[in-house]
Nanobody, 120 residues
Framework: QVQLVESGGGLVQAGGSLRLSCAAS????????MGWYRQAPGKQRELVAR???????NYADSVKGRFTISRDNAKNTVYLQMNSLKPEDTAVYYC??????????????WGQGTQVTVSS
């Protein structure tokens, strides 16, 4: 089955930058979409950014203009460039990959998460 491995998290000061990477393996098919979600303690998981195999993107309003998602379909890898980081960006960031499982139904796979901490 599909496995996702994230990397690139860490501790940075406000205004700094980080680049997250996520590689998917275990499927001979490319994901229909890949994305990044985040979750802080006591908070609900929320969408940060998502990109389809065709390059269509979605961003949370809170990160528009600061974060950029990109994807290398040949490598089954998705990236998240995070600039101008704010303390409120602090969370565990999870990679997500969406595959068609039949018809229009999809199956989601998740990485283990990588911690991003932004200090003030």
């Amino acid at each position: 089955q599909v496995q996702l491995v994230e990397s690139g998290g860490g501790l940075v000061q406000a205004g700094g930058s980080l680049r997250l990477s996520c590689a998917a393996s275990g499927s001979i098919f490319s994901a229909n979409a890949m994305g990044w979600y985040r979750q802080a303690p006591g908070k609900q998981r929320e969408l940060v950014a998502r990109i389809t195999s065709g390059g269509r993107t979605n961003y949370a309003d809170s990160v528009k203009g600061r974060f950029t998602i990109s994807r290398d379909n040949a490598k089954n890898t998705v990236y998240l460039q995070m600039n101008s980081l704010k303390p409120e960006d602090t969370a565990v960031y999870y990679c997500n990959a969406e595959y068609f499982s039949g018809g229009l139904h999809t199956q989601n796979y998740w990485g283990q998460g990588t911690q991003v901490t932004v200090s003030s």
